[in-house]
Structures are given as C-alpha cells and as structure tokens.
C-alpha cells in the first residue's frame, strides 16, 4: 500500500517529539492525525489547532486532522477510532518531568501506565495492531511489560518500543523545537535560554563524576534523526508486515559532557554561555549511551546528524522563537 | 480510638480471602464496609447481598455495609467515599488467575493495576491515607512500586504490602471457604473436588522435581491465619501511627509437597484421593516458601495453624457447601 493511503494517529503529536514526528511522517507521505491533551502545547485562543501544528501544515503545505484529547478518556478515544480508520498508531502521549513524577506519582501512572492501556484496549477493538512507541521514565518498564504480554497473548499485534535518551536540536527550518514549561529541566534548552538572555547563567550539577572532564556524559540525539526513527520503524512494521514485541536502540553512540556540549553551541551560536559549577543533582549518573546497532540492522537507520547541527538547529529555532511557540 | 469506632473499606470483600479477613475484622469489632463487583462471588437474585456476606453477618451477629461496586470505576468510588468516613483501607480487589491473565492481559492491568491507581486517589481525595493490600502474580511488582513512590510523595501515607503465596483451608465453622469458578487452579480445592465426588481423580503435574518426593513443594497458609494478618497489620498502622512503603511476608515458614498435602488431606477427611501424575506445567517452579519473621517482629503475628488444620477445615466446607455459595 503506498504510504498516501496509509493513516497514523500520533499521539501526544502536538509534543516536542511528536510533531518533528508529524513532519516527517506528512514528508514521507504519510495521512497523519493528531491528537493531543495541550497539556504541554501552546494554542492560540484563536485557533484550534496549536502552534506547531499550524507551522508544520505550512512547512509541508499539507493538512492535519487535530483533535484534542486525552487518552485517559477511553470514550473520547472509541470515537476517534469509530471516525478514522487508522492503520498504524505511534503513542509519545505522556508525561515525562522527572522532578515531577516524584511529586505526583499518582497522575504520572495514570496518564503514562492506564492512558496506555486504554489506547491499546481501543486499538484492540478497531483491529489496529500496529504500534510504535516510546514509553517514559518510570513507568517505562511497566508499559513494555504490558506490551510483551500483549504480544504474546495475540501474535497478530506488532509493536515496536523505541528507546532513546536525550533528544536535542530542533528541525532545521527553524520553525518547530522544544517549548518548554518553566524552568528547563535539561541542558539543551538551558543553553538555549541563556544564548539568547532569557536565563542569566548556566548550572552544572557536578563536576567530580567518573568522566574525561568530570561533567556528566550522555548520549545526544537530534530530532530530526530521532523523528526519523520512529517513521522507519512504522515502515518496516507496514513492509514486512511484522509481528510480535521488538524494541530497538536509538542514539548516536557517543556520548558527551556538559562542557562539550557548551563548547559546540558557543561554537554553532557565536555566543558565549557562561556557567557555574554547583552541587550534584539526585538522581543523575555519570554516563549513559545507546548501542543503536540493531536499528541499523533491521531498520535501516542511523543517526546522520551530529554535536554541531544539534546545537545549530537548537540555536536557531531560539533565535526565531526566543518565547518558544507563543508570538 | 476503639475498634468499633473505626471504619474499614475492604475491597474484594466477598472474595475467598477477603470474606474471612472481613470476619476476622468484625470479630475484632471493627466496622466494616464490604465493595466486590461479584465477578467472582455468588449472590441469589433475591437477596441484595452475595451469600458470603449472609453467613458472616449471621456468624458474627453483625451487620455489614455493602456495595456492589467496581474499582475501575472512579465515580462510584468516589460517592462511597463521600458517604463513608474510612480509617483504613484493606484492598483486595482484583483478578487473579494466572492462566487467564495471559490471555487477557488489558483487563488484568486494568483491574489490578488502574483500579488501584483509582482508589488510591479517591484515597488521597478523601485523606485517608492508611492502606493495607496484597497486589497479584505479574501485576504485583507494578502495584508496589506506585506505592512506593506514593509514600516517597507524601509523607502522611502508610502503606503495608503483605506477600503470601498459597492461602487454603475455611473458616473452622465450615461457613465460609473458597469458591472457584469452573475447574479449580490449585491444588486444594481440587482435592477437595476430589473428596465429595465432583471430580473424579487428581493430577499430579510432574514428580521430578528437585525435592525430597519429586512433586512440588509450596508454602501453604491457612485462610484464618492470613486474614488476621491483615488485621495486625491494620492495628499495627491504627496503633503505631505508622507511616511510609513497608512489605511484610506471611507464611508458615513450611513447605508441603504434593504428596504431602494429599496424604494430609485423606488424613483429616478419612476419604481417599485417587491421583494420576501427569507431565509438568508450564511455569511451575520446585520450590516456594516465606520467611515471616519480619511480620512475627513488627506485627506480632504467626501463622497458628498446620497442615492437618488446612486440610481438616477444607473438608468441613467443601462437605457442607459441596457447590460452594449456591445452595
């Protein structure tokens, strides 16, 4: 079947990483419907379609079916499913603020956890059984757990879990990015804030980690790579028509530290990020990286871009949009 | 504050172990209020309450509220919450046959894992923060890690897991027991089955396992003994102020083969279960058993009842009731 005629629901679409999704799902051709809570998206009061949503039908020159809701709402969902005939559905709907999760368990579960499960239980009953997703944090372990057992108890669902850690960067048109609530939680957009003065100076938490510098090192990936991703996954589940539980990788495989990453975007924006050491942060590790080389096997994907486009697409669109999606 | 002034929620209240720890708790004169949507309990048409409650209500001389009710349903929760001021809660809600949980994983995670999800917020809504649960089979290690993270959340909650592995046996007034749907799962109350001419011969599934007679080898507890684990460790909460994510296990510290339980049965019974040994089962392990010292420690509670008991309290039941609930 050509990709034209072939319908994805994204959920959580109007999100960072769903709508570079979105982008390159409509530019491979692909039908495209969104759905999204907004929770985390800004929409002008008059429009009914949030920012980035109107951007990317610009970008394309191609139309959206958005539809805000949440996927708590199981009968919200039966009536999307009941209008559209989807064929594949790629799920980022989720909460993810890690600080958060901490003080409101309960929501994240429900959100992340029974969101999930309604989703699949609709999905289940309009025989969509093709799904691509990326479950967050905490609730990650649970959410792969219930798809393995549901894999395994009806071999005609294929899923594919998507595991990735730091997606940065932005696409390259400099219209859709990262638009953070509040404060950052991570460096990226930290960066970014402080490049263009919104925030003073930049933190690091630590450092005396187990690292060349002694700042932490993770593995960095952009967007658009990452976007890429999750479309060749839904790809080969349409092409070779597969079935069962799979998870892949997806990184670059090279990891690198706070200091590094400054260093490229003071190279990529011509501006200098000043810093302070301070104390560690709870919780965080001294390296994480990604071994991506099953997804190039059997995907058929690879990182293309590299430290210097992240910190390039990431300084543009904040120069573009020092307020993020809000004008 | 006395007993009797204080009010339980059970959850799964007409259930086989909720039923004898709601007697448990009545005797010990705590107010009781029973929820069970009755997908696994008998009710007659003519009566408003399921046959299990009748019985307690008749042994004790008591009076039980109950409401038919199911936990995945967050409203009718919430309107019981609104009616009925809770000290504590005792969940037991939930769906619990392995084999059937692997071909209908959505609704296992639904139940037990969102349905409590659910009362934990009608919990935290109505601030009452005591919650004593045991969580089942795959779906457990999800359940006490969101309450885990509720009692990291909020420092008010007090929450106790207890794990146990084979409840068996009744009530000694041979009123109440347990009353599987279909072809039972375990082993007792198939022999039991087997007793009164139900069914006509056990099967042995595997006798070469690595313990001393080659037949399994499981902790078994008897039914009594388990529902007044839960009260201790409701009084220990009630009492002790207690707050935060504490595990108790309950058991007897004594494993039981097969062959075992068989020749302790025909014991106590004077009947003879004829028995044929098939090949294994998938998923059965050699070898289970709790070490409860910790409970004995903290709650002052130990299993008081043998083997012998089990069995002889079995057979009471299954000869009064040889049709369970249904008369």
Same mark, same amino acid.
């Given at each position: 079947?050509?990709?034209?005629?072939?319908?994805?629901?994204?959920?959580?679409?109007?999100?960072?990483?769903?709508?570079?999704?979105? %982008?390159? @799902? &409509?530019?491979?051709?692909?039908?495209?419907? !969104?759905?999204? #809570?907004?929770? =985390?998206? /800004?929409?002008?009061?008059?429009?009914?379609?949030?920012?980035?949503?109107?951007?990317?039908?610009?970008?394309?020159?191609?139309?959206?079916?958005?539809?805000?809701?949440?996927?708590?709402?199981?009968?919200?969902?039966?009536?999307?499913?009941?209008?559209?005939?989807?064929?594949?559905?790629?799920?980022?709907?989720?909460?993810?603020?890690?600080?958060?999760?901490?003080?409101?368990?309960?929501?994240?579960?429900?959100?992340?956890?029974?969101?999930? %499960?309604? @989703? &699949?239980?609709?999905?289940?009953?309009?025989? !969509?059984?093709? #799904?691509?997703? =990326?479950? /967050?944090?905490?609730?990650?372990?649970?959410?792969?757990?219930?798809?393995?057992?549901?894999?395994?108890?009806?071999?005609?669902?294929?899923?594919?879990?998507?595991?990735?850690?730091?997606?940065?960067?932005?696409?390259?048109?400099?219209?859709?990015?990262?638009?953070?609530?509040?404060?950052?939680?991570?460096?990226?957009?930290?960066?970014?804030?402080?490049?263009?003065?919104?925030?003073?100076?930049?933190?690091?938490?630590?450092?005396?980690?187990?690292?060349?510098?002694?700042?932490?090192?993770?593995?960095?990936?952009?967007?658009?790579?990452?976007?890429?991703?999750?479309?060749?996954?839904?790809?080969?589940?349409?092409?070779?028509?597969?079935?069962?539980?799979?998870?892949?990788?997806?990184?670059?495989?090279?990891?690198?530290?706070?200091?590094?990453?400054?260093?490229?975007?003071?190279?990529?924006?011509?501006?200098?990020?000043?810093?302070?050491?301070?104390?560690?942060?709870?919780?965080?590790?001294?390296?994480?990286?990604?071994?991506?080389?099953?997804?190039?096997?059997?995907?058929?994907?690879?990182?293309?871009?590299?430290?210097?486009?992240?910190?390039?697409?990431?300084?543009?669109?904040?120069?573009?949009?020092?307020?993020?999606?809000?004008?």
């Amino acid at each position: 079947m050509a990709n034209k005629s072939w319908k994805v629901l994204v959920t959580g679409g109007a999100g960072y990483i769903g709508s570079h999704t979105v %982008l390159e @799902l &409509l530019q491979a051709d692909f039908e495209v419907v !969104v759905i999204d #809570n907004l929770s =985390n998206a /800004y929409k002008d009061d008059n429009n009914i379609k949030p920012e980035c949503i109107l951007r990317i039908e610009k970008l394309t020159n191609k139309k959206i079916v958005f539809i805000q809701c949440d996927i708590t709402n199981l009968n919200e969902l039966r009536d999307i499913f009941k209008k559209h005939k989807f064929h594949s559905v790629i799920h980022f709907a989720a909460l993810k603020a890690v600080g958060e999760s901490c003080e409101k368990p309960l929501e994240y579960y429900k959100t992340n956890v029974c969101g999930t %499960l309604n @989703l &699949l239980k609709v999905m289940r009953d309009f025989n !969509v059984k093709c #799904n691509c997703t =990326n479950p /967050y944090g905490k609730t990650k372990y649970m959410v792969e757990e219930i798809l393995k057992d549901l894999c395994t108890s009806n071999q005609e669902w294929s899923v594919i879990s998507l595991r990735y850690f730091n997606p940065v960067g932005a696409h390259s048109s400099g219209q859709i990015g990262e638009d953070p609530n509040g404060v950052p939680n991570n460096l990226m957009p930290y960066i970014a804030q402080v490049s263009v003065g919104k925030r003073e100076i930049l933190y690091i938490y630590g450092n005396d980690y187990d690292t060349p510098d002694g700042t932490g090192v993770r593995d960095y990936i952009h967007i658009t790579d990452l976007a890429m991703g999750h479309v060749k996954a839904m790809i080969y589940q349409k092409i070779h028509n597969s079935t069962g539980f799979k998870v892949f990788n997806l990184g670059t495989g090279k990891g690198y530290s706070v200091l590094e990453v400054i260093q490229a975007f003071e190279k990529a924006s011509g501006q200098k990020i000043p810093y302070k050491i301070v104390e560690r942060r709870a919780g965080d590790i001294s390296a994480s990286y990604a071994d991506a080389s099953l997804a190039n096997k059997e995907l058929g994907w690879q990182a293309t871009k590299n430290i210097g486009d992240m910190c390039l697409d990431t300084w543009k669109w904040q120069q573009n949009n020092p307020n993020g999606y809000k004008r």
